[in-house]
């Protein structure tokens, strides 16, 4: 008999971000989500886009702050946020190429035979995957 998992999907994602303005406005005013608390003296910043939970935190000296390296750092990799369907994400993917705090690794392409995704660093640095499945 399969045990059930003792967990049930991920609460919030945190991320530590060099600029807290420059990466909430991203997710405000690129992705839509809406603030949903701040603690000012610490300083962090809570998003959700109804679903998903994302803590900011700023770095505290940014100048000296190492940023990931995907390849030879132990952590997070990426994370995965899924839009509504390879559309949406093409017109992501389009809204993106105009700014220029998102570099983007690649374009839209199929996963396999079950999705459509692409890859890009937001704001930040922060590897982000998108996937309309």
Sequence with gaps: MAKSPLTKGAHH????V??????RTFFLET???EEVGEV???PAVFLSDGTTMITLWQAENPATAISFDRKNVIGLHHFALMVDSPDALDDLHAKLQT???VEIEFPPEPLGDIATHMMCAIPGGIRTEFIAA
């Design 31 to 33: 992705l839509g989500f």
């Design 18 to 23: 060099p600029d807290i303005k420059q990466t």
């Design 99 to 101: 700014l220029e705090n």
């Design 40 to 42: 000012a003296d610490y």
């Design 13 to 16: 994602i945190g991320l530590t």
